[in-house]
Every structure is written in structure tokens, then in C-alpha cells.
């Protein structure tokens, strides 16, 4: 590979078409025909067929993200490749943002039939496209002669990968504590609705006073397409196991609507109890009947939601952070449906990837009498990219039973304190800031749907 490549690479214009998709191929000594991508669970194969005498080398450029805005990979005839075959090694680009720079690393040796037609066979996740559900590709498939001038080049087209057999869709949340004008908002934005809903917390709830600041970057969030919902405490402060008084979370409940209403989803009630009657209620006393504390809170929250009759909705997210008792699900009521747990998202997981690898749903348990997209899995401590795979793949497991996944590298102690950092707050950091790892948070949206 030489920098002469990028110099005499021209595109042409004869007309093929293939599986319904129009290339264009460059009127030369050896032609490209037959250009094929097929994918297993595991692999992907390339091949196309070509002609001549004067073919030295094979090339199939990746653009898996398929950005076409121009932040990564390498700039050939319309993609940008992040990966590049040539002849039996799979290269990944190195040149940043510079896209016209001649930037590979080592690579990795694949599967490799150099005949005509020319393939190659090699792992998904060695280019990341590793979701069963819902992946895809664009390939640039070029030949070279041995002086490296371009003997033949096709013009993209995507592949659109067949599903595995056991695909099990999953969503991207995000306890998004972070604060305004970082870069982590911008990157939220920009996630091209990659991210299903956020949580946002300006004051541990709405805080005492109404914020433009906020409401604009709310506005932003909101236009999208990222369903928002406003934090608020279940538990008083600095006494864990005693419930908040109701005017207490009255009082956030009303700043959210009159405030922010327009913008919101609904809300995350944070700190749920586990189960239905133990622990003790806002003034100490014993026997609290926790269940029927929540069904209160959330028919407050469509009382004030109908009061000030904003254009935002009443969904909502409990998060115990743990498995609860059922009666501790079913909490919506009031409903048209008479579905107690209308509208509920629960966040039964809310520990270290290490947790995780043992935690399941066992057999027989209520959870499983609900469908998977009503309950959210958060991970933290996934210290790399491998980590982060790891997670998101079990989180597609049967025992996991989620429907949404977050997963940090955030290495926090019991009080959730970023990396180990106490004046950091909590889950305030956009995923792989612990690790300066610039491909955590691009692998985490591509991973999931």
C-alpha cells in the first residue's frame, strides 16, 4: 500500500446492476462483475468476480458506521471506510479526521481465496457489526495492478445484513446526569435518534427555580427525537430507607410540567422500593405500604400533567436499580386499558459488568409475563470496548429479559461517583470519558438498534 494509490484512483461509468442496487464500473483491462456480501451470525464473506492479467492486488473498503458526515474514515468514491481488505488482511483506518490520508494499521489475516472469484470471510466483530437485529454496511470493491494504479473500481452500495435467528431487538437509554454545556449533550444530539430517551437531572429533579438553559438544551434533545424524562427522588435524602414526604416530590412533580412540560416524555422515579410493605414510611413509620406510595406518585404526576395540560406525555421509568416484587411494577392506575403496568419501564439492573456476567431473570419469575422492552439494564465499570460488547450481548440474553441497555466504563464506588472522582456526580459522563476511549461511544450506539 502506497500513498500513489489515492492519486490515480478514478471512477467510471459503465452500468451494473446487482441484487437491486446500481454500480458503476470503470471501462478497463479487467473488469469487476458479479460483486457479492452475505453474512452468518458470526462472519461476513465478500467476493467479486474480475478479468485480466494485470490485477496485483484486491480491495473492499468497509464503511460500517455508514457516517456520511464526514467524522470518520477513509474518503473513497462517496463512503468513508473504516476498514479496508486487501488481499488477505482486514486494515483498520488510522487517519482520523484526515480522510484522504493513506492511514492503516498492521491488520488482522482473514480467510482468503485470491482466485476469481476473488473472497474473503472474516469475523463481524472485527469491523463492530455485531447487532443480529440490525446491521449494515457499504463496500467499495476495487482492483489495483502492481505499480498500484487502479485497474478497476465499483461504486457503493450497502449491504443490508439478514438477522440472526435469534434476534432480539434492544434500545439505547441513557441516565444522562450530565452537565450543561459539555460536549456530551452535542454528542446526544447528534446521535441521529441512535438513543431512545435520556434522563435528565438539572438539581436532583428539576431544582428550585426554572432554567433556560436547560429548557434549551431540552428543546434541542426533543427536536431530535430523543424522548426526555425528568428526574425525581422517591427517598429522603441522607435517610435511605425512609420514603420523601408526598409535598416533596409534589412540589418536583409540578416544576416539572410548569417548567419543562413541553419537552417531556414523563418522568423517572429514582430509588424505588423493592418490595411491597417493609421499610419505613416519610415520618418513620413501620409496615409502609410502599406499593400503594407509588401509585400515588404517579397519579399526581397525570393530576399536575392534566392540570397544566403541557404538551409533554406521562410515561414512566421506576428504577430500584434491583429485582422487585411484582406488586412494586404494577403501580399505573387509572388507566383505560385496567393495565396497572401501562406506560412502565423498570431498571431491574443497576451494577458492575462483573454483576452482571451472573445476574438472569430465573425461570418462572413474574418478569417474564411482560414483554422485554418494558425493563432496562444499566452496567457500569465496562472498561473497554471488549467490555462493552461483552455487555451488550448478554443483555440480548433470555436471563437478562431487557429491552433497553446502558453500559458505561464509569468505574464508580457504592456512592456512583463517576471514576473515582468525588466531585464528578453521577452517571455524568458520556461513555468511554474514563478510559479516553474516542470508540466506546460510536461501538455503544452501533451495537444496539
Not at 457479492?36 to 458506521?65: E, L, M, P
Not at 452535542?186 to 437531572?201: I, R, W, Y
Request: proline share 4%; glycine share 8%.
Amino acid at each position: 500500500m502506497g500513498a500513489e494509490h489515492i492519486q490515480k484512483l478514478t471512477l467510471g461509468f459503465a452500468v451494473l446492476v446487482v441484487l437491486g442496487v446500481t454500480f458503476q464500473a470503470r471501462d478497463a483491462q479487467a473488469a469487476i462483475t458479479n460483486p457479492s456480501a452475505t453474512n452468518t451470525d458470526t462472519t461476513i464473506t465478500y467476493s467479486f468476480s474480475w478479468t485480466g492479467s494485470n490485477v496485483a492486488r484486491r480491495d473492499a473498503f468497509i464503511d460500517a458506521d455508514q457516517d456520511k458526515s464526514g467524522t470518520t474514515g477513509y474518503a473513497i468514491g462517496g463512503i468513508y471506510a473504516e476498514y479496508l481488505l486487501q488481499n488477505g488482511v482486514l486494515h483498520k483506518f488510522t487517519g482520523g479526521t484526515q480522510h484522504t490520508l493513506w492511514s492503516w494499521d498492521a491488520g488482522i489475516s482473514v480467510t482468503y481465496a485470491p482466485g476469481t472469484p476473488v473472497q474473503w470471510t472474516f469475523n463481524r466483530v472485527d469491523v463492530l457489526e455485531t447487532n443480529p437485529c440490525s446491521e449494515a454496511s457499504t463496500i467499495v470493491f476495487r482492483t489495483e495492478d502492481t505499480a498500484g494504479n487502479t485497474v478497476d473500481v465499483l461504486s457503493p452500495y450497502s449491504q443490508t445484513f439478514t438477522p440472526s435467528s435469534t434476534c432480539s431487538p434492544l434500545r439505547l437509554g441513557m441516565a444522562s446526569y450530565f452537565a450543561l454545556g459539555t460536549s456530551y449533550w452535542t454528542d446526544v444530539e447528534q446521535s441521529n435518534a441512535e438513543v431512545s430517551f435520556v434522563v435528565m437531572n438539572p438539581s436532583t429533579g428539576p431544582g428550585p427555580s426554572f432554567n433556560q438553559s436547560w429548557a434549551d438544551e431540552m428543546s434541542r434533545v426533543h427536536n431530535a427525537g430523543i424522548a426526555i424524562y425528568g428526574y425525581i427522588k422517591s427517598r429522603q435524602s441522607g435517610a435511605g430507607t425512609l420514603a420523601r414526604q408526598p409535598a416533596d416530590y409534589v412540589a418536583d412533580i409540578d416544576r416539572w410540567y410548569i417548567w419543562y412540560g413541553s419537552y417531556l416524555t414523563g418522568l423517572f422515579i429514582d430509588e424505588e422500593y423493592p418490595n411491597c410493605t417493609s421499610n419505613k414510611g416519610p415520618n418513620g413509620e413501620s409496615g409502609f405500604n410502599e406499593a400503594q406510595y407509588y401509585k400515588n406518585i404517579i397519579a399526581y404526576m397525570k393530576a399536575s400533567r392534566d392540570a397544566y395540560q403541557p404538551a409533554g406525555g406521562i410515561k414512566i421509568i421506576l428504577n430500584p436499580g434491583s429485582r422487585t416484587d411484582e406488586c412494586m411494577f404494577e403501580v399505573n392506575v387509572n388507566n383505560t386499558t385496567n393495565d396497572l403496568t401501562q406506560d412502565i419501564i423498570q431498571a431491574n439492573f443497576e451494577s458492575t459488568l462483573s454483576n452482571y456476567r451472573t445476574w438472569s431473570i430465573p425461570a418462572g419469575s413474574w418478569e417474564l409475563n411482560y414483554p422485554a422492552s418494558k425493563f432496562w439494564n444499566l452496567v457500569h465499570t465496562a472498561s473497554s470496548t471488549a467490555d462493552l460488547q461483552e455487555a451488550i450481548s448478554l443483555a440480548r440474553t433470555a436471563g437478562k429479559h431487557a429491552g433497553t441497555v446502558y453500559v458505561t466504563d464509569e468505574f464508580s464506588d457504592t456512592n456512583w461517583v463517576g471514576c473515582y472522582n468525588p466531585q464528578a456526580g453521577t452517571w455524568n459522563l458520556l461513555p468511554g470519558t474514563c478510559h479516553s476511549d474516542a470508540s466506546y461511544w460510536t461501538t455503544e450506539k452501533q451495537l444496539t438498534d
